[in-house]
Antibody, heavy 118, light 112 residues
Framework: QVQLQESGPGLVKPSETLSLTCGVSGYSITSPYYWAWIRQPPGKGLEWIATIHYTWATYYNPSLQSRVTISVDTSKNQFSLKLDSVTATDTAVYYC???????????WGQGTLVTVSS | DVVMTQTPLSLSVTPGQPASISCRSSQSLLHSDGKTYLYWYLQKPGQSPQLLVYEVSSRFSGVPDRFSGSGSGTDFTLKISRVEAEDVGVYYCLQGVHLPITFGQGTRLEIE
């Protein structure tokens, strides 16, 4: 059974960098699947942020691309997200997920709330 | 970006009755490989979204057969044949053909 677990600070100051890691268990990250970050502001809908393949092929949402970096660590079976210059509008539950190349996620992490506040 | 428009935005259903949610995309979701990458999710209160249906009409592992998906091109429907109390939450459609991946705005299902 694939399991994903997000980790990282729950509070980030404005203008700083949000950093999250997704640990994957029960499945090798060096597989044909892709790995994604998705977020959900409180009480709102879902927004895809970025996707990575273990070969380091990366795909970004243009609305966030200038501030986002996604990376993978195959030795630790995990992948990560960095979001620069955060503001209060970046406050959201951040999910990591697995998805096939042209599809939507099939397995999701439980999500982690990141609040941007001084 | 491909805009995904769901209707209705909310619905209230009596247990045992059917329910239907529509999702319309601003561009065709038919990929050059012949597949249509339209997905349906249910986000139960306080939980992560869970996959119900992939590629328009295939139920994901463990999803009850009261859930069914249909459609083609730009118009898609999720149907619940007999709503149960455990079906409450917000339903989202997603398109995975065009980048960026986009979601519908969500349809909230409540039990009467």
């Amino acid at each position: 059974q694939v399991q994903l677990q997000e980790s990282g600070p729950g509070l980030v100051k404005p203008s700083e960098t949000l950093s999250l890691t997704c640990g994957v268990s029960g499945y090798s990250i060096t597989s044909p699947y892709y790995w994604a970050w998705i977020r959900q502001p409180p009480g709102k809908g879902l927004e895809w942020i970025a996707t990575i393949h273990y070969t380091w092929a990366t795909y970004y949402n243009p609305s966030l691309q200038s501030r986002v970096t996604i990376s993978v660590d195959t030795s630790k079976n995990q992948f990560s997200l960095k979001l620069d210059s955060v503001t209060a509008t970046d406050t959201a539950v951040y999910y990591c997920a697995r998805h096939p190349g042209n599809g939507g996620p099939d397995y999701w992490g439980q999500g982690t709330l990141v609040t941007v506040s001084s | 970006d491909v805009v995904m428009t769901q209707t209705p935005l909310s619905l209230s259903v009596t247990p045992g009755q059917p329910a239907s949610i529509s999702c319309r995309s601003s561009q065709s979701l038919l990929h050059s490989d012949g597949k249509t990458y339209l997905y349906w999710y249910l986000q139960k209160p306080g939980q992560s979204p869970q996959l119900l249906v992939y590629e328009v009409s295939s139920r994901f592992s463990g999803v009850p057969d009261r859930f069914s998906g249909s459609g083609s091109g730009t118009d898609f429907t999720l149907k619940i044949s007999r709503v149960e109390a455990e079906d409450v939450g917000v339903y989202y459609c997603l398109q995975g053909v065009h980048l960026p991946i986009t979601f519908g705005q969500g349809t909230r299902l409540e039990i009467e």
